[in-house]
């Protein structure tokens, strides 16, 4: 049967800001990223991002291909990414660009490399941490874009993905992406175990586009070097970052940073207690989340924000506003449907808390197998066409 093919997200990544330190110059560096593919695909295309940069950023060499073990990709399938026919390609401070197509096959559950080289001075900026099973890079001192193999005197690993921002495949029209959307609970783990749920369970027609940003809230950011690292606030985020094409449905799990931050200015000055939000305001802002995503044509679903007993800034006014939004979310038909996170991994008998072996130990993030918890509970009819 034939089908037209088209661009669909087949993997993505939000743009944020990486904490400040001396350090954050590099130059004569690769960076490598094998990425899982969800579904078949002819080509391919990469945007590349320099959304958070304070300064133009110079690509001196892209390049594309199928992943091997470890940081290896398999030979001869290296394949030059081009930027309107050239190697090199400058993105200004704040811009992005999208590459030529690249023509590299591709099947479900294969991985893609993209390595990118830095000849110049690069300020690393650009970037999010990503974390979870089926993610992390590598870095190598010098020029080993197109090698097979990253030296390994000279590599190291990394979970920071720098201006990497999203990877479409050429594929049947038909398939499909779903954005998770959120912090550093979703920049962590459980999408990625929704991604193999999918690799296992689903048909081959839909993707996963992971846009998370540790320490983001929905309602405020931090404009200083101390805090930016913990990123954007949602009305900056949200319409840079959701729509992918080939995306009709979108994830949001956001809003526990709104409530866990403020704890006064005699405690941390960046930190008032004027950004305590209400939860009117939580829930107006997320309002305005799906407004957008009606806009870009998509399904919204709502993920209730877990359990923080524990947590160093708890205190049970906190939870009373965790539970009067997660109460919204379950009960509003603004969206397509809640995803009750909450309770699948409170305790049954103190809600409050984490269900036993779903504590990471910090009492805000989820162990491995609560994050596996987390993406079954993602409903079975958004793995499928």
Aim: contains cysteine; aromatic residues 12%.
């Amino acid at each position: 049967m034939h089908t037209t093919e088209g661009w669909i997200t087949a993997w993505g990544s939000a743009v944020s800001i990486r904490p400040r330190r001396p350090e954050n110059y590099g130059k004569n560096l690769t960076l490598r990223y094998p990425v899982t593919m969800l579904f078949d695909g002819s080509a391919l295309r990469i945007t590349l991002d320099n959304f958070c940069g304070t300064q133009p950023v110079k690509f001196s060499k892209v390049c594309a291909a199928l992943a091997g073990n470890g940081a290896d990709i398999l030979p001869k399938t290296s394949r030059p990414v081009l930027f309107g026919g050239l190697t090199e390609v400058t993105i200004p401070a704040g811009g992005s660009v999208q590459s030529d197509p690249v023509p590299l096959e591709f099947k479900r559950g294969e991985r893609v490399s993209i390595s990118m080289y830095f000849a110049d001075f690069v300020e690393l900026r650009s970037s999010v941490n990503v974390t979870g099973p089926l993610s992390g890079g590598y870095f190598s001192i010098g020029d080993y874009a197109a090698e097979e193999s990253l030296p390994r005197d000279y590599t190291n690993n990394t979970n920071w993905y720098y201006f990497l921002s999203s990877i479409e495949a050429r594929t049947d029209g038909s398939h499909r992406a779903i954005v998770c959307f959120g912090d550093s609970i979703t920049a962590q783990a459980w999408p990625d175990f929704l991604m193999q749920r999918i690799l296992d369970e689903g048909d081959g027609t839909v993707s996963v586009v992971r846009k998370a940003a540790s320490g983001s809230r929905i309602l405020r950011q931090y404009d200083n070097i101390v805090y930016a690292s913990y990123g954007l606030r949602g009305e900056v985020r949200f319409p840079h970052e959701v729509p992918n094409p080939g995306a009709d449905t979108v994830i949001i799990q956001q809003g526990i940073n709104d409530i866990i931050h403020p704890v006064g200015v005699d405690v941390n000055p960046f930190r008032p207690w004027s950004d305590m939000p209400t939860a009117e305001e939580l829930i107006e802002g997320t309002r305005r989340y799906i407004r957008w995503a009606r806009e870009f044509g998509m399904r919204v679903y709502l993920g209730t924000l877990l359990p923080i007993e524990g947590w160093r800034t708890y205190a049970p006014f906190r939870d009373k506003l965790r539970q009067e939004f997660n109460n919204w979310m379950r009960r509003t038909d603004e969206a397509d449907g809640c995803i009750d996170f909450d309770k699948a991994l409170r305790d049954p008998v103190y809600p409050t808390r984490f269900a036993e072996g779903f504590d990471s130990g910090d009492h805000l993030h989820p162990s491995q197998e609560a994050y596996k918890k987390m993406a079954d509970t993602v409903p079975e009819e958004l793995l499928r066409r």
